[in-house]
């Protein structure tokens, strides 16, 4: 059966991953819609696709090159850009200046998820799995990103700048030497 065939690119793994990459497509146009609450929705879809690709990949025998590139670009999408497109498009911008900084902070974090994420697949074998993280994985990055989502909506803080730096800790984090544990 092809969905169990480790050589079609299209098995049942990658096609969860396919799925992950279309639902963070899918929230990014909600968030541009200002529907943040359905972006969130398709997130943390997102974030159970990613998680069962993996295990799904790793129970029938199907990782490969191609599945660790293409579960890369999903999170590149689904926990990198979108949550930066969510958090952004949230923020109330003052001025034409306040909206460059920001753009340019929430840039600074997608080049960091790149960045990370990039390093990662160049150190991963197809189907190995570490024991540590070595800094803070994109997924975790994006549910930071969402808690400052959290944070900025409910007043908890409300200043757009005290965000932004909570942004740019959480990107330098994400290529930094901090261990997290490989759930």
Not at 11 to 16: F, V
Not at 45 to 59: E, F, M, N, T
Request: aromatic residues 16%; contains cysteine; glycine residues 8%.
């Amino acid at each position: 059966m092809r969905l169990f065939d480790k050589h079609d690119h299209f098995n049942l793994a990658n096609i969860i991953t396919f799925t992950n990459i279309a639902c963070g497509v899918s929230a990014i146009y909600f968030i541009v819609k200002g529907d943040f609450f359905t972006a969130i929705i398709l997130a943390w879809i997102a974030g159970g696709l990613d998680i069962a690709d993996g295990k799904v990949a790793r129970k029938y025998n199907l990782s490969t090159e191609f599945g660790v590139q293409l579960d890369s670009f999903g999170d590149f999408l689904s926990f990198v850009v979108m949550p930066s497109f969510l958090l952004f498009y949230a923020l109330e911008k003052s001025s034409t200046t306040q909206e460059i900084i920001i753009g340019i902070i929430f840039i600074f974090y997608i080049i960091s998820g790149l960045r990370r994420l990039i390093d990662f697949n160049l150190k991963s074998e197809a189907g190995g799995v570490a024991k540590f993280f070595d800094g803070v994985p994109t997924p975790l990055g994006a549910i930071l990103l969402w808690i400052l989502y959290l944070i900025y909506s409910y007043g908890l803080i409300d200043n757009t700048y005290i965000i932004s730096a909570f942004v740019i800790a959480i990107a330098y984090s994400l290529n930094s030497n901090i261990k997290i544990p490989h759930p």
